[in-house]
């Protein structure tokens, strides 16, 4: 299993400008790169192969337009092409979209394997860097000196801050003791989550919150002239807001995933389109900024790694509709309609409650742990 340290980077002025450098180049190598995959295939029907992007930059050090190329190390520009081969081979797949220039307003990173890094005495040396990178360890029980990374990635986000990451492959962790318990999670934006227990995770809005803040900050940075010093302070003051709100995000997302994963064994959550549901203009923000997604890939992940089950229903079964106690499906249910009455059994329901009843008990039903616990319910597509 492949785990990953994030924590933050404070080289010195020296050691910053090196890294620029190194980033400016891993920027040019892709997007001259792209550029000529681009021209290769739509006008004469090539493929290009990641051996003739090896080739070529090779030939563009020795010219002399480019020959600032060989100032840096080497290891980035090859694990550029490296990172644009298989991003085309996802996109032929099906798997991700056509591959994008880089810009370097954005965020910039650059990625050292074992041969351009060492770790020695606790401090991290890159190549064609003077000095150690000076880097604040947050994991107190390891030590920084015996980590054997894979990988390292040292980064630049729009808002000037610094980070390093190191790839560590690591053996899987025993699993976590069985609590015999499962639930059933029904998301929404009135209430982030509903879980089967009745239990009720309040949405916290975070770009609500700072979307004032974020407003004035961003007419501020358009009435600056552009290319200007002001323009620029008032840039990374918009990309700081949006760093907190998005720090804020993870860390909910985070300490709410991880109490789902220790409480049950088995989790059942609903197969959203985020793609398909942010086309609605009315509530692209707010289902933005719920991080549905994100969420999901948690639990994916933080499951696996604890031993425990994770059940993906079906989008398209009517959780909402079905009363979970009979199992009567109603022919027609308004979103706006909160509670209702069963016509069969007559027991009330709440909407989000009942829904995510129905997720489990879905949910257990493809697990395979209670077959007969589905209300008669058909959990593939219905439509």
Request: charged share 30%; with cysteine.
């Amino acid at each position: 299993m492949r785990t990953a340290f994030r924590c933050r980077a404070y080289p010195t002025p020296e050691q910053a400008a090196a890294l620029n450098r190194t980033f400016g180049c891993v920027r040019l190598v892709w997007n001259r790169t792209l550029a000529e995959r681009h021209t290769a295939y739509h006008q004469r029907g090539e493929r290009t192969s990641y051996r003739q992007t090896d080739a070529a930059l090779t030939g563009w050090k020795k010219t002399i337009e480019l020959a600032f190329l060989s100032e840096v190390s080497s290891v980035p520009l090859q694990q550029t092409l490296r990172h644009q081969h298989a991003a085309f081979a996802n996109f032929f797949a099906g798997r991700a979209r056509y591959p994008r220039f880089k810009s370097r307003d954005g965020r910039q990173s650059a990625h050292y394997t074992r041969s351009a890094f060492r770790i020695k005495g606790g401090e991290l040396y890159v190549a064609k860097t003077d000095g150690h990178l000076k880097v604040a360890w947050s994991w107190p029980d390891i030590d920084l000196a015996t980590l054997d990374p894979t990988m390292v990635v040292i980064s630049r986000d729009t808002d000037g801050r610094w980070y390093t990451t190191f790839a560590v492959d690591t053996a899987d962790p025993a699993p976590a003791d069985p609590v015999g318990h499962a639930v059933g999670v029904d998301l929404g934006v009135k209430d982030f989550a509903v879980t089967s227990d009745g239990d009720r995770i309040a949405n916290p809005r975070h770009l609500e919150r700072k979307a004032r803040n974020l407003a004035r900050y961003q007419r501020r940075l358009a009435r600056c002239r552009k290319g200007s010093a002001n323009r620029r302070k008032a840039k990374a003051k918009v990309a700081r807001t949006h760093r907190k709100v998005r720090d804020a995000r993870q860390d909910f997302l985070h300490k709410t995933s991880t109490r789902l994963v220790r409480s049950a064994d088995l989790i059942a959550v609903e197969g959203l389109a985020v793609r398909n549901l942010v086309r609605n203009r009315r509530l692209a923000r707010a289902i933005s900024d719920c991080g549905w997604g994100e969420f999901r890939r948690q639990l994916e992940y933080k499951t696996h790694r604890a031993g425990r089950t994770l059940v993906v229903v079906d989008r398209w079964y009517p959780s909402s509709k079905t009363c979970s106690t009979c199992g009567h499906l109603l022919a027609k249910l308004d979103l706006s309609t909160r509670a209702w009455t069963c016509p069969a059994c007559r027991t009330r329901h709440d909407r989000d409650v009942n829904a995510a009843k129905n997720i489990l008990a879905a949910g257990r039903a493809v697990a395979g742990t209670d077959p007969g616990d589905a209300c008669g319910a058909d959990v593939r597509q219905q439509g």
